[in-house]
């Protein structure tokens, strides 16, 4: 073999379940993908790319590489899990989480804070890649984090829109959806792109899988970094509609719910739908992600109302402002840390004065958007968000 058949990547196996699950065996050495189950969700989900994504060729492939990456990561970890049975006896303490609707402060708060060294979190490095690789050097730079620096410079590159609206780093703390893509069955799939059959079968079978996987991976970062007894920090909008789940996970946890007047912005997020599903798809109607961006918001806030009502008196929930995010958000986290029972110590809050100094809003540009190509006028995202309005309107 030549250094340069060395070097070349083997052919993706065909975008088929069965496919993808034997070549994820073959690669890894590994049989067992552990709980939830791989077969079902894979064959709907893939299901659903061929008959409702309109993906491109290039979108076929992306789409590939990321299952079979899901794939191999989930057999590294069940061989961890099956070796060390003690993480599973790890101890979550609280988290805090963030949670709103994009566009809403959600980012700013989780970085900023997540700038505090006593709290853990989980940079996306760790999202992509949470099991250590085999060529890892001790005292050397993680080669995970290399690998995620070249995929943010690919999106940042040839995606800048999105780069503008939700700049990542390597390092930077991001949605545990992206994590949890590990379950096979997050939102985050069918957000990115358009997959009605898919979105069906993950509401239906239940955000359970989700919690259960959300739970093993801080419990087995936990137990890597040994830092049992810190507090963790989380951030992700699905969140929203999924109180009875989270909080049964994580009985603990004090939610940080951030507001912003959903005029503003749904109009945002739709228009960021819109430029995540072109890098796939080459077939995007702007008047149907609009609607569905509408339709699934007012949703998950319906839902959120309805549970948050039987939830309020056991847990903690403390509501923000997206104006107080940007105009004084030592006065959000200062909040925030009360309520979780922790310190804001002067190294952690010099910490997050200075991430807050390096990333002033819109450093990576400002995006005007056209509602009316979504489909949207503010009288018609007023009527359609309009219990979410009435019941927090005072935090815009």
């Not at 009605?196 to 079968?201: E, G, L």
């Not at 996970?249 to 959903?262: E, G, L, S, Y």
């Amino acid at each position: 073999m030549t250094a340069t058949d060395s070097a070349t990547p083997p052919p993706l196996p065909a975008f088929d379940a069965d496919a993808l699950i034997a070549a994820a065996r073959q690669q890894t050495g590994l049989q067992d993908f552990g709980e939830p189950d791989v077969a079902e969700p894979l064959r709907v989900m893939i299901d659903s790319f061929k008959r409702d994504a309109n993906l491109t060729p290039a979108g076929t492939a992306a789409q590939q590489m990321n299952l079979m990456r899901l794939l191999g990561n989930r057999l590294r970890m069940q061989k961890i899990l099956s070796a060390h049975p003690e993480i599973r006896k790890q101890e979550i303490r609280g988290p805090i989480v963030i949670v709103g609707l994009p566009r809403s402060g959600t980012t700013k708060l989780q970085r900023m804070m997540a700038a505090d060294p006593a709290l853990q979190k989980i940079p996306f490095w760790r999202m992509l890649t949470p099991i250590p690789m085999d060529d890892a050097v001790p005292g050397q730079p993680d080669p995970r984090i290399a690998l995620a620096e070249a995929v943010t410079a690919y999106t940042r590159d040839n995606f800048p829109n999105f780069a503008a609206a939700h700049p990542m780093g390597a390092t930077e703390p991001e949605e545990e959806d992206f994590l949890m893509e590990h379950s096979l069955s997050t939102s985050v799939t069918y957000s990115s792109h358009r997959m009605p059959s898919y979105m069906d079968w993950a509401l239906k079978i239940g955000p359970k899988p989700y919690y259960d996987q959300l739970k093993l991976f801080l419990q087995f970062f936990q137990w890597e970094d040994h830092a049992a007894g810190r507090m963790w920090l989380l951030k992700a909008t699905c969140h929203l509609h999924r109180l009875r789940w989270l909080l049964q996970a994580f009985p603990d946890a004090t939610v940080v719910h951030c507001h912003r007047n959903p005029v503003t912005s749904l109009t945002s997020l739709a228009d960021m739908f819109c430029t995540v599903r072109s890098m796939c798809s080459d077939s995007v109607d702007p008047l149907e992600v609009g609607e569905f961006t509408l339709n699934y918001s007012r949703e998950q806030l319906r839902q959120y109302i309805d549970q948050r009502a039987g939830l309020e008196a056991k847990h903690r929930f403390i509501d923000v402002s997206f104006n107080d995010i940007v105009a004084n958000p030592f006065k959000i986290i200062e909040q925030v840390y009360g309520a979780a029972g922790i310190e804001l110590t002067d190294a952690a809050r010099t910490a997050m004065q200075r991430w807050d100094q390096e990333n002033p809003q819109h450093k990576h540009g400002k995006r005007d958007y056209l509602p009316q190509r979504l489909g949207y006028s503010e009288e018609k995202l007023r009527d359609g968000m309009a219990q979410y309005i009435g019941r927090f309107s005072q935090y815009f």
